[in-house]
């Protein structure tokens, strides 16, 4: 409660105040129940001795939280955290604060802070309807900074989770689609959608460079996709969100960072073909190439500008238009009726539990029939082949690209989502954890429609 005020957050709260306590683990002769903000106290039991718990309780305790809870809920200012204290025995059993949890759900506090006994924990989340986010046992090293941590961090979670399932959202839905279609350069339009919604998901960011978040939701989100190659739209999103939250970090939340995380978004999307392309093919793709450069200066007698230059200028145009974009929008400063709807739009979970579960070698196959992969494959080995290269080198450019196809299949095999939620939690990052726990396995009662959710 100190950090809250010291950090000028809105919160409400009530302490189970020990009076006259015994030895460690026996409790107190008797418990008052506090509200330090508005300076008003009663008794909540006294010890008899017998009863689990061992306590007389104070009925008139429990219609002063009755009261207390009521006023939050009507009143028009509505605290940010609601911190109970506690939530034991009584509770387990359906008493005590349980009794008025749905009215405190009600109020729709960014967080519930609550004081538990660990033994009652499996029960209170059975009583409750849903499980803890995070558990921080009182006595352990920095168990206040990691509560304030999360305290501090929420809004920017809560912000990113709905952005990042928006993202999603369009990811599935539209990527989907254009990906059934086999429409040409279609990582354009959905890569400048994403600058769109980074911009507006930026924009509210207590720290804007975690707008990075964003992508990564929407990346794992798109592992569920139903249709479509599935691993190069997630590099290309984890990285076109990893580069814009970059360019914000390094130049500020401004019309200079902005434009060149916008920009840059865009450059990655015109880029990232070529960059696979040349993962699997090597310089296999210069020399067909400049066969091809050779062959039309020979015909038409025109020279074609060299492979580079020709790369240099097809993502600068992209960056430019991707930066166009994201400019009018934010000079509209409204974002585009597809976000506000996916933005409205609940993932359902059902659906994907739906999608046929195919086998490893069925996925890798699926990769391998991709056009992205077997078209420039076989072009540059008709024109290679054409040009008098040895079969050897035609054989080995074969197996190279099948290898690394399957080496970043097997890395993204590795990287599942309940795997990067237990890493995020080990490594202390416990609101990506939940921000990701929460968009990829949707339970309980927290999934409502709640727009901050």
Known sequence: MDYLRREGRSFDGVLAQAEDTFTSGRGAHKYILKWPLRDEEVLLC???????????FNSDAWVKVGEWVEEIVQSP?????????????LESKGEGF????????????????????????EDLEVQLGQSFDLVVHAQEEKALEKLTSLCSSAKDWQRIGRFGAA??????????????????????????????????????????????????VSAALK???????????????????SLFGLAVKLLGWNAAGISMGAWLVGAWAGVQGFIFQYLLLGDALFDAYGEIQLWIEQVFGISI???????????????????????????????????????NHSLNSDGNENIEEKRWWQKLWSEYRQKAFWLPLIVVLIILMFSGSPTEELAGLLLRATGIIAAIFVIFSVLKPDRMIEKLRKS?????AITMERILKPTGRLNSDNTDS
């Open 46 to 56: 006294e010890r008899t001795g017998s009863g689990k718990p061992p306590y007389k």
């Open 77 to 89: 200012e509505k605290p940010d955290v609601i911190i109970l204290d506690e939530l034991g025995i």
């Open 98 to 121: 349980a009794q008025y949890w749905d009215h405190i759900y009600q109020i729709g506090p960014s967080i519930i802070v609550a004081s538990i006994r660990e033994e009652t924990k």
């Open 167 to 216: 993202a999603g959202v369009i990811e599935v839905s539209l990527g989907s689609i254009l990906n059934a279609t086999k429409i040409p350069f279609r990582g354009v339009p959905l890569s400048i959608i994403q600058a769109v919604i980074l911009f507006f998901a930026g924009s509210k960011l207590s720290r804007p460079w975690m707008v990075i978040w964003v992508s990564y």
């Open 223 to 241: 592992a569920l996709s139903p249709a479509g190659n599935r691993l190069r739209p997630m590099i290309a999103i984890a990285v076109q969100g």
């Open 305 to 343: 500008v060299s492979l580079p230059v020709l790369i240099t200028l097809y993502l600068f145009s992209v960056g430019m238009l991707s930066l166009l974009v994201v400019g009018f929008f934010q000079w509209k400063k409204r974002p585009p009726k597809l976000l506000e709807k996916a933005l």
């Open 428 to 432: 202390g990052l416990f609101g990506a």
